[in-house]
T-cell receptor, first 116, second 111 residues
Framework: EPEVTQTPSHQVTQMGQEVILRCVPI?????FYWYRQILGQKVEFLVS????????KSEIFDDQFSVERPDGSNFTLKIRSTKLEDSAMYFC??????????????FGSGTRLTVV | GQQLNQSPQSMFIQEGEDVSMNCTSS?????WLWYKQEPGEGPVLLIA?????ELTSNGRLTAQFGITRKDSFLNISASIPSDVGIYFC???????????FGTGTRLKVLA
């Protein structure tokens, strides 16, 4: 059973529509992240989330994006009004600790978002 | 912004050969990670490095944290067909939660 489950695995949406991507970690990790990967390109940081608030975000993570952990379990990424260039694989990552000697990130299997 | 240059971009090798790839940065990192990604999957952590000069192995994989803290290397010995995939390095600087990912090395192994 994977440590991080992401749903849906693939979503097709009309431009301008809102989408919510979900991430469910198996165990009680403290640090949550969203990354995206445009087809054929490198993995890019979007946002980090700790203690129920955003701790860091990139310039990609503009006002169209938001994250929350509504029930203490699911970790969601919302894109309010999708654009064509939002088409990408979106990966959730978790980390138990960021102290030296931690275990690095565990990534989910991703959600492929296609905006048409 | 911080950039990670990963090389080579792609490699075609014969089964049984050894593979070397590296990442270089213009800035110092405190942590280096190496991931492998297969089509349609998320990156899978191979090796984590936390100390300059550190050399760590995971089976046939060996990675090193460069002394300057601006580079890292991954070696795969005696490659096999299932080593096929894209290998990414990722570095984290102090005072930040995020990792910067390299551009990836696409490895193909010919049986």
């Amino acid at each position: 059973e994977p440590e991080v489950t992401q749903t849906p695995s693939h979503q097709v949406t009309q431009m301008g529509q809102e989408v919510i991507l979900r991430c469910v970690p198996i165990s009680n990790h403290l640090y949550f992240y969203w990354y995206r990967q445009i087809l054929g390109q490198k993995v890019e940081f979007l946002v980090s989330f700790y203690n129920n608030e955003i701790s860091e975000k990139s310039e990609i993570f503009d006002d169209q994006f938001s994250v929350e952990r509504p029930d203490g379990s699911n970790f969601t990424l919302k894109i309010r009004s999708t654009k064509l260039e939002d088409s990408a694989m979106y990966f959730c990552a978790i980390e138990l600790t960021i102290r030296t000697g931690g275990d690095g990130y565990t990534f989910g299997s991703g959600t492929r978002l296609t905006v048409v | 912004g911080q950039q990670l240059n990963q090389s080579p971009q792609s490699m075609f090798i014969q089964e049984g050969e050894d593979v070397s790839m590296n990442c270089t940065s213009s800035s110092i990192f405190n942590t280096w990670l190496w991931y492998k990604q297969e089509p349609g999957e998320g990156p899978v952590l191979l090796i984590a490095l936390y100390k300059a000069g550190e050399l760590t192995s995971n089976g046939r994989l060996t990675a090193q944290f460069g002394i300057t803290r601006k580079d890292s290397f991954l070696n795969i010995s005696a490659s096999i067909p299932s080593d096929v995939g894209i290998y990414f390095c990722a570095g984290r600087a102090s005072g930040t939660y995020k990792y910067i990912f390299g551009t990836g090395t696409r490895l193909k192994v010919l049986a």
